[in-house]
């Protein structure tokens, strides 16, 4: 099992960038598959994105296509989340998740580590 740390959340304007990091540990990290999510209070968590565990392949939301970037180094056990053009309806708090399976899942129940969460908020 991993552990997850997300970090690199704040106050951005819209139309900027951030750069979130989910910071794992455990040996087994290279091998997972690990993903984004978001949440705004008082909805449901939504998927954000995904990337294989060589990080060769990807997958996004339709509402992030385009402006969000998921990477990983598997030797920093980190994985990051650049997002850029931000808009007000990107605020939530971000979640990153890790599981063993290799298929790039987009529910939540896909995966069985989380953190704890970064807060992104993008004023207008």
């Known amino acids: 099992q991993v552990q997850l740390v997300e970090s690199g959340g704040g106050l951005v304007q819209a139309g900027g960038s951030l750069r979130l990091s989910c910071a794992a540990s455990g040996r087994t990290f290279s091998t997972y598959t690990m993903a984004w999510f978001r949440q705004v209070s008082g909805k449901e968590r939504e998927f954000v994105a995904a990337?294989?565990?060589?990080?060769?392949?990807?997958d996004y939301a339709d509402s992030v296509k385009g402006r969000f970037t998921t990477s990983r180094d598997n030797a920093k056990k980190t994985v990051y989340l650049q997002m850029n053009s931000l808009k007000p309806e990107d605020t939530a708090v971000y979640y990153c998740?890790?599981?063993?399976?290799?298929?790039?899942?987009?529910?939540?129940?896909?995966?069985?580590?989380w953190g704890q969460g970064t807060q992104v908020t993008v004023s207008s």
């Open positions: 998740a890790a599981t063993p399976l290799v298929v790039l899942g987009r529910g939540q129940s896909d995966y069985n580590a």
């Open positions: 990337i294989s565990w060589r990080g060769g392949t990807t």
